[in-house]
C-alpha cells in the first residue's frame, strides 16, 4: 500500500513538473517572435538605437539556442522594454 501511494505521488508530481518546463520554452519563442516584430515595425530611430535592438535580440535568440531559457527570457523582456520606450518617446 505504501509503494502504491509514494508511487501514485511521483507520478503526479511529475506530470505537473512537466508543462513548467515547457512554459519557459513557449514564453522565450513568444519573446522572441514580439521582439521581432517591434524591431520591424518600429518607426524611423536612430541608426544606433535600431543596432541596439537588432543586438539584443541576436542575443536572446543565441540563449534560445543554448538552451538557456531564463537567460532568453531575461535578454528578451529587457529588449522589450526599451523598445516600448523608445516608442514612447517623440520623434524629432
Known amino acids: 500500500m505504501k509503494r502504491t501511494a509514494l508511487a501514485g ?15 519557459d520554452n513557449n514564453l522565450c519563442t513568444v519573446k522572441v517572435q514580439e521582439l521581432k516584430d517591434k524591431v520591424t515595425s518600429m518607426p524611423a ?10 543586438r539584443m535580440l541576436a542575443s536572446a535568440q543565441a540563449s534560445q539556442a ?3 531559457e531564463k537567460k532568453c527570457i531575461t535578454e528578451a523582456t529587457q529588449a522589450l522594454s526599451r523598445a516600448d520606450k523608445l516608442s514612447n518617446e517623440p520623434n524629432p
Open 9 to 23: 505521488l511521483f507520478i503526479s508530481a511529475a506530470m505537473l513538473a512537466s508543462p513548467v518546463f515547457a512554459a
Open 45 to 54: 530611430t536612430s541608426e544606433n538605437t535600431r543596432m541596439e535592438l537588432n
Open 66 to 68: 543554448a538552451g538557456d
